[in-house]
């Protein structure tokens, strides 16, 4: 009887010890997971580096025309023929229009009458001078009557002058009755239908050439200083871009910079202009201008979509020694579309490139490296 019950004692020892070392296996992978921390999470990271940047930027404005010219009537009349058709190539001394010559005809032939009746009078009053001299000379004629005579002859003579004028005048307007291309260019539709009467000064048609094109544009004040602190070159180097096509590019440059801000809007008024030889750009197209202000200019740089901002201002998340995600304040120095300059201390550091969504200030972070170029774009 007490052999029995000592094996029994034995036997619920060795369970219990059994049950408490099973215990004790489980207990120790949890104690050490929860000693080495959470895991790192993957980001994706770049090495910012300083090197050769291409600084540009870009405004929004509308193309027009370098020369334009409206086609005016000089002279009032009847349109009795157009000669070209609405929207074809003309080049300057085409005949686009012709106006009733009658009137101007009659006043040329008018003044040529005129002229020559003045031209009679003046041989009658020069040959009058030639006989009354000899008899003035032996006193033998009153001298006032030689001198009435030399009065009407110079009289003549400035009467022929004036018709010439006259008949200058009248070979003008009626040369004004074919109406001609002041400009090469394309013309548009004519504004004044054959058969109807014009007045001097009446807009016909409007040549525009669009072989060279030129834009307006106004930077803030504070972005001209930014274009001329980081400029290589006095005026920078200007592509022009279709906006609804930005394949459709044109190099140009900048014709005018004005000397002074405009006070109620604080910008600058610049002017740029680009060869347009397949007239690709119509004027009226609404255009990007591109001023590329410096294409080796040293410096770090990163995309704008990597760029955060809270209460303290912009800020990028870079790694320390440690693997630990930081945040790092800044002040820009640039940006455009495609990158934002950084200062150059940043040089070296792995920035993150990727949405931050949970990520925080203080993650421990496992990062994957990307090549610097795809995450600027360049």
């Known amino acids: 009887m007490g052999v029995k019950r000592s094996f029994s004692y034995l036997s619920i020892a060795i369970l219990a010890a059994s049950i408490l070392a099973g215990c004790g296996s489980d207990k120790a992978p949890a104690e050490a997971a929860k000693a080495s921390g959470p895991k790192a999470v993957p980001v994706k990271m770049v090495r910012l580096s300083k090197r050769p940047r291409t600084i540009w930027v870009d405004y929004t404005a509308k193309a027009k025309a370098s020369r334009q010219a409206r086609v005016i009537a000089r002279v009032g009349g009847e349109i009795l023929q157009q000669h070209y058709r609405p929207g074809s190539e003309v080049h300057k001394g085409d005949l686009l229009f012709s106006i009733d010559k009658n009137d101007y005809l009659a006043q040329l032939y008018r003044a040529k009458a005129q002229r020559e009746k003045d031209r009679a009078a003046l041989e009658l009053a020069e040959a009058d001078v030639a ?77 525009v050439d669009s072989h060279m094109i030129e834009t307006d544009f106004y930077p803030t004040t504070g972005d001209y200083a930014r274009i001329r602190h980081f400029a290589s070159r006095p005026y920078p180097r200007v592509q022009i871009a279709l906006r609804d096509d930005p394949a459709v590019r044109l190099d140009g440059e900048v014709t005018f910079i004005d000397s ?97 969504g949970n990520l925080i200030d203080g993650l421990k972070v496992a990062p994957r490296f990307v090549d610097e170029n795809a995450s600027i774009g360049e």
């Not at 033998?140 to 002859?153: C, F, T």
Request: hydrophobic share 45%.
């Open 131 to 207: 006989r009354f001299g000899p008899l003035v000379a032996e006193n033998l004629a009153p001298r006032v009557k030689m001198e009435q005579l030399q009065a009407a002859r110079k009289k003549l003579q400035a009467a022929i002058k004036a018709d010439e004028a006259l008949i200058d005048d009248a070979k003008r307007r009626l040369s004004y009755c074919d109406v001609k291309a002041p400009i090469d260019g394309r013309i548009g539709r004519e504004a004044v239908k054959v058969g109807n009467v014009v007045k001097p000064g009446t807009v016909l048609a409007t040549i």
């Open 260 to 356: 002074v801000a405009d006070e109620s809007t604080s910008t600058v008024a610049m002017r740029v202009k680009a060869p347009n030889p397949k007239r690709e750009i119509l004027p009226g197209s609404f255009v990007t201008v591109r001023l590329i202000v410096n294409e080796h200019f040293p410096a770090v740089a990163i995309a704008p979509d990597w760029v955060f901002q809270d209460q303290e201002g912009q800020f990028i998340y870079t790694v320390d020694a440690n693997g630990t995600l930081r945040k790092a304040h800044f002040t820009e120095l640039f940006s455009n579309a495609k990158m934002v300059l950084l200062p150059p201390e940043f040089a070296g550091k792995a920035a993150l490139v990727q949405p931050a």
